[in-house]
């Protein structure tokens, strides 16, 4: 006969009895574990309790704090971000502050909470009060304020310059509106003097001037007789000549608005062209306003990390800057002094973070918030996500009343639900414990296998899931047996016996699920298999087998004083067991019903999942309340149009002409897509895409040359000679080509020691700034810069090319701009004799002229973020896949024939053709199962395995597998499709729940499998063992499925999205895997054997 499921042969089987799901010899089971464990009960206790006082250091160990910004990825990207972070000691750290007008209702409160912000009007709707909005002349002077702040705080010896786009005009560490406007209204801005034409090297007039205002004096801004009407002059002068800048630097609800009384005349509702410029239908008296505005600060990494304080949280020092308000926490933030991180890291203490740093700013400049709220933009995560994790502990106390309440209506009984709870509490203590030594002999002998990620804070709450299922299961086996008439002793055998062969089973499944981890390349993914392992090792020892014994000491204890009560028949336990009953059997009477059912759900499901597209979304992860999601909000809605900071990394010799070259060809690529292309990389007011470029900064040298050529003579540049006095081929002009190594080399280190002296309208770029762009590999000689300290050919091994990535949270656009912009480096890549993403030894650029360039890579913070969900998703889906293949083997070793090898061989040879036939067909399922999951790649590996196996293991066992696993893939796939319902996408918490559904609904099929099985074994029909199942196994499922279902119920109310999503969707696995055991599995068996029962 063949044995079919859904319409699909399984197995072929020659003998209806032999062949059958059970084989007529006796069923595997723990009987010499049993023999083993029950007469040493009150040994095993003490073990436990000795073990236990061992897991503590480790579990100390685990204290450490996760840094959930620490991917712990394998990755170019991620190592490109490091080496602009380590190595390219001069970029610096740019953070930004948001500063928004408050609603007017709320002027001068003394509160500033994001609540009171000025509603968003869109884009182009402007503000109409306070007149001019953020362009307000009070609000520019809180603003102003803010930012003397900024420059006399303590922390303002690590800042390092900014350079105005809009004016020109350099400042140390902040750059805020009032920069502006005070440059531009004291004359000294590029707008106001003329310039040279950076391109054509030629005199160009001011664009505009502070000379002439009409009406109006020109006044400075610090002057006491400054009005509204100068500010609003000011504004539209920048507005109109700074190439879109200085509106750039406003939120895009910028406007200019119409009032009679203004002295202004301007576009009404004009909208910004692609060129800077703005057009208008109507032109009228009226100001530019706004809601919003930009304080930025630059911070020297370098610096900072050498005296004290570090930008990794995981090696920052513990501290705790939060306050309790009832139930929640609020910030506080850990004020930190320079002197003491200072004095902390020349002792050997742990760094300050800067997170803390962060929000001690924010705070203080909060402080002067009166018309404005400020806000720190998308910076302390860790911070808020601590604050969030530790908000939400009342949740887990409730969730804890309620599985203990629920776990007593199952039990009826408060002692075993003290033993299960005792379980509970020394699994988690295990794991923890296993998870800490492993951190601790990992760094002693640097063998480390544990990377805790934020997938670590999953793990309790997996075995706890586990350790419910698997304690009922062991407690409702003691109590049927003890019904039936047999001692505490017997009982504990028999439970052990039985239901431990059960619980091996699904431990062993559910470990070999997570080790499919172990094959991904990502370190995080490893080590949360590993973790998941020991967490699951720990809750079968002790949940499993543990806890039958308490309930047996504890039994015998009561009865060696007359105590001891014969457990009642008829007790309900959370349900009627008749109930539980008909479920199962009524579903195998119904099978074919169900199985279309089943396979119409599925089929409508499995679009529903492949739909699902990859994407960060905050709420899905905080408080959608708290001021890091606000504000991250707030950039999406009101500074859309501009760009996250991205970088692109170039190793290799910068100071071969034909890098120059490319970089200009890389620019043209850029900016030649078409309207159907990604445009995901931010422009500049002119229309071209923003990418800024060592070369951008030698043709601002160039300019500067013409202007002045004083500072270049007198660092060696001989404007007399052919060669410049350096063997350098000059351009028509007579000055440095760009096309000549010793001409660049010169330029380099002119730029590097002496930055870009001001020019022609040009303010000075210094050489902190300019090293941002291009490095040197040693020291340079001031006097000649072209030559090092040392006398020797200096060499420049790395450039950085800036750009903006706007959208950044939205991965479906950033992966195809990311593939476009690599399409987009060819000119760098005809430059490597390797693929740009391999990083090459930079040492050989310098002796091969043709292929200057060894490594090349976008990287930075957007790029990196995204690479690392991506990897993950993709990996956790990969490896996801693996543990069902994983499963299914493991499930056909627990199932395996007992019978010798040999002697099935030689009774396959009897009929060497059907023997033939029955050994291949596990094979073909297995190649189409691994083909549709995997690959073809893996498909024809897997088929060979299935052949070894088949007749090693046998091919009954390989259908009880599928049989076992297949309702599980179907839970799977009808997961995701509800999470592409309730309007989620794939990110790591709903792929991490994907997978912690295998691990713990094949343990519920399992579970219902064994109990038929042995029923089957005593020679009871499928019917009767059906129901059986259900009465026994359903009701320690349906306890454990509810208990389980309303604690993560309970999470689901946390206002911390990542809990409310986990507690959602657990909740939603829970319930699937109950009726994937409950009601697929008995129409799958009642499909099997539909002969058997239509005979019945």
Known sequence: MLLRASGTVVCELTQPVKYSLVRNHAMRDFTHVADFLVPRSRQSHFIVLVISVLMLPGLLATFSPIDIESYSLESPELDANEVLREEFTAAGNLWAFGIFVRDSEHFGEAASEAPLIADYTGKGAGLREPVGGILN????????????????????????????????????????????????????????????????????????????????????FDDPGVTQAHIDLAAHRMASHSDGAFLRFLSNDRAFLSDPSSVVIGPIGGQMQDDGTITSEQWGPGRWSASAA?????????????????????????????????????????????????????????PCSVEWLYLALEEELRASDDRVVTLMLAESVNVEINRELLSSAYLLAIMTGVVVLLLWFSLRRASDVGIVGVGLLLSLLWMQG????????????????IFRSQFSNLLPILVLALGIDDSLHALHRYKEERRAGMSPKQAAHTSIRRVGRAILLTSSTTIMAFMANMTSSIAALRSFGIEAGLGVLSAFILTGLWVPLVRL???????????????????????????????????????????????????????????????FQVEDFLEADSDLAVGIGLVNERFSDEGEPGFILVEGDMANPKVIVALGELRSNLNSHGPDDSDQISRLPTGEVELRAIDGI????????????????????????????????????????????????????????????????????????????IQSSEPLNFERPWLTESGGT???????????????????????????????????????????????????????????????????EPVIRFVAADSMQDEMQDTLLLGVVFCMITLWWGFREEAPVRQR????????????????????????????LLGPDFSLAFAGLALVLSVLWGTAPFAIAAVTTGPIFIVIIWLYALVALAGYGLNMVTVAIAAMSLGVGIDYVIHLMERFREEREKGVTPMAS???????????????????????????????????????????????????????????????????????
């Open 434 to 449: 296993l998870i800490g030594w492993a951190m601790i002999f990992g760094q002693k002998f640097a063998l480390e296998i």
């Open 698 to 773: 030698l043709t601002l040298a160039k300019a500067a040359m013409v202007w002045n050529i004083a500072p270049f003579t007198e660092a060696g540049w001989d404007p007399s000679a052919d060669d410049g006095g350096l063997g350098c081929d000059k351009d028509p002009l007579g000055l440095p080509s760009l096309e000549d190594r010793d001409c660049l080399l010169f330029l380099y280190g002119f730029v590097l020691t002496r930055g870009v002296p001001e020019s022609g309208g040009y303010p000075p770029l210094l050489p902190s700034i300019t090293a941002e762009f």
């Open 794 to 860: 200096p060499h420049s091994p790395r450039a950085s090319l800036r750009y903006g990535l706007s959208s950044p949270e939205q991965f479906a656009l950033v992966g195809p701009a990311l593939v476009q912009l690599e399409g987009d480096m060819s000119p760098l890549q005809n430059l490597s004799r390797s693929p740009l993403r391999d990083r090459g030894d930079v040492s050989q650029a310098y002796s091969d002229e043709d292929y200057p360039i060894t490594w090349a890579i976008p990287t930075g």
């Open 137 to 220: 002349l009070t609000i520019l002077r809180e603003i102003d304020a803010k930012a003397a702040i900024m420059r006399q705080h303590e922390i303002s010896e690590f800042y390092l310059p900014l350079a105005s786009e809009i004016t020109g005009v350099p400042t140390i560490g902040a750059l805020d509106l009032t920069t502006d406007f005070r440059a531009f209204m004291s004359g000294v801005s590029v707008l106001t003097n003329p310039r040279i034409d950076s391109q054509t090297l030629t005199m160009a007039p001011a664009p505009t001037n502070w000379s002439d205002c009409g009406v109006l004096e020109c006044l400075a």
């Open 1026 to 1096: 059906l129901a059986a199942v259900g009465s026994a196994s359903g009701l320690a499922l349906f306890g454990s499925a509810v208990s389980d279902i309303a604690g993560f119920m309970v999470i689901n109310q946390s206002e911390m999205g990542f809990f409310s999503t986990f507690g959602l969707f657990c909740a939603l696995m829970i319930g699937l895997s109950l009726l994937a055991s409950m009601v697929l599995t008995p129409a799958l068996l009642g499909i099997l054997h539909r002969r058997t029962l239509h005979n019945g």
């Open 905 to 932: 061989w030689e009774e396959g040879m009897e009929a060497p053709v059907t023997y033939a036939l029955r050994v291949g067909s596990p094979m073909a399922v297995m190649a189409v199962i691994v083909y549709f």
């Open 294 to 350: 930009w304080l930025l600060v630059n911070f020297d990494r370098h610096s900072m990390q050498n005296n004290g304080w570090s930008f990794s949280w995981l090696n920052s020092s513990s501290e705790f800057g939060y306050e309790w308000d009832g139930v929640n926490l609020d910030t506080r933030p850990v004020q930190n002094t320079v002197e003491g991180c200072r004095e902390s890291a020349e002792t050997g203490g742990d």
């Open 553 to 615: 000491d504890l039994d015998l204890w009561m009865e060696s004083r007359g105590k001891l009560r014969e457990e009642r028949e008829g007790l309900v336990h959370m349900i009627p067991e008749s109930w539980l009953a008909s479920v199962t059997t009524g579903s195998a009477r119904l099978a074919p019903l169900v199985a279309a059912l089943a396979i119409l759900l599925t089929l409508i499901a499995s679009p529903l999942m492949l739909s699902l597209e990859g994407d």
